[in-house]
């Protein structure tokens, strides 16, 4: 099996992540548009123009992730980085798990409160901060097997970048 991800799941990641970004910088535009029309206001363009961004990049994470998780059943992923203790395995197993979970119930959560009810704001807001803390692990994992490890996992997904031993 190869020791890198393919080119469709290496492109899936970092357009999701980029959407990502996008999704953090707008997401201040659906919350100030719904407190102004809860305030019965009208809410600024410029806040309307943000939640419509929100919105759609919302789902468009939630479609690429679905086709992510095709291009994984179909076409596989590597067997782990060479090296890794049994509890680094079992971590990183329940973390890239993790990160999927909430890359299906944050946009849907987001979904249903623009589209649904008001009440799964409360939740979507809940579950995009954990989103952020376990990206936030994942990231930090990545760096220090970089730094520390000096192993392959980051070359794995960042193949641009060789490992510092090699
Ligand atoms: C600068 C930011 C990021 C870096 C450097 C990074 C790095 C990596 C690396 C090195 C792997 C491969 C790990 C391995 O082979 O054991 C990976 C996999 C993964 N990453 Fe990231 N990542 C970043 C951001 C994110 C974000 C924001 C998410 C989602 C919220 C994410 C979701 C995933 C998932 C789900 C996998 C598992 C892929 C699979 O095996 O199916 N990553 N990432």
């Known amino acids: ?54 919105v759609w990049t919302g789902v468009s994470v939630l479609v690429l992730t679905v086709i992510r998780f095709a291009v994984r059943y179909f076409g596989g992923v590597p067997a782990e980085a060479a090296g890794l203790t049994a509890w680094e395995a079992r971590l990183s197993k329940i973390g890239h798990y993790a990160l999927y979970g909430l890359l299906v119930i944050v946009p849907a959560s987001g979904m249903a409160a623009a589209w649904i009810s008001d009440a799964a704001g409360g939740p979507h ?23 520390v490890r000096r192993d392959t996992v980051l070359s794995r997904m960042v193949p641009w970048i060789k490992p510092l031993n090699g």
């Open 1 to 54: 099996m190869s020791e890198r991800y393919s080119r469709p799941m290496l492109g899936l990641h970092w357009l999701i992540v980029l959407l990502l970004v996008v999704q953090y910088f707008s997401s201040e535009g659906p919350s100030h548009a719904h407190r102004a029309i809860a305030r019965g206001m009208q809410p600024e363009a410029f806040d309307i123009f943000l939640a419509n961004i929100h």
């Open 125 to 147: 807001e809940l579950l995009t901060n954990l989103l952020w803390l376990v990206a936030g692990l994942h990231i930090a994992a990545a760096l220090w097997h970089y730094v």
